[in-house]
């Protein structure tokens, strides 16, 4: 889907959005599996008791087509920062902007909430999550992780605005 426009809601996800959540990311990943070592893969696309526990950890938000699932992202608050983890659009949707009306909640949360910076780790080979990311201004760091279970990563950041 790439020339048609999707209407697209994003909301809290709850605990019952957690199967979908599961097979939002494996979907999404599946075609990269062969570039993660099998623990990352793992950790990547988490079952649905770990994105229940994670929804103890910081909000996950999901984009919604109708009623179903498409996209979803979550993050973990640390001191003024937040870590974006498990962000995933179906791959019959890419090309729609989810990606970056997810993110655009995140930024709207961290400014919200006082915190000053939004940080994520990729891999090298997410090639069109790392276009997006620097469109959606965030910027290459030095900082870790570099690797997840024996996959490369690096970090990327960007600043927040306060909220007026």
């Given amino acids: ?3 048609n426009k999707v209407d697209i809601h994003i909301r809290t996800a709850e605990p019952a959005d957690a199967s979908s959540i599961a097979a939002v990311l494996g979907e999404s990943f599946i075609e990269y599996k062969a570039s993660y070592t099998n623990k990352a893969f793992a950790e990547t696309t988490p ?12 909000p996950i938000w999901v984009a919604l087509q109708n009623a179903a699932i498409v996209g979803t992202v979550s993050v973990v608050s640390h001191n003024d920062a937040l870590y974006i983890r498990g962000m995933a659009v179906l791959p019959s949707y890419r090309g729609n902007r989810i990606g970056a009306l ?11 909430h006082n915190y000053t910076r939004l940080f ?12 997006l990311y620097e469109r ?3 910027k290459r760091s030095n ?6 279970f024996g996959t490369p990563l ?11």
């Fill in 1 to 3: 889907m790439t020339e």
């Fill in 47 to 58: 079952e649905c008791e770990q994105i229940i526990g994670r929804m103890t950890e910081g």
């Fill in 102 to 112: 997810l993110l655009n909640q995140v930024e709207n949360f961290a400014s919200s």
């Fill in 120 to 131: 994520l780790s990729t891999t090298p080979f997410l090639t069109g999550a790392i276009q």
């Fill in 136 to 138: 959606m201004g965030f």
């Fill in 143 to 148: 900082k870790g992780p570099y690797d997840l």
């Fill in 154 to 164: 690096f970090t990327m950041e960007k600043d927040v605005e306060a909220s007026g």
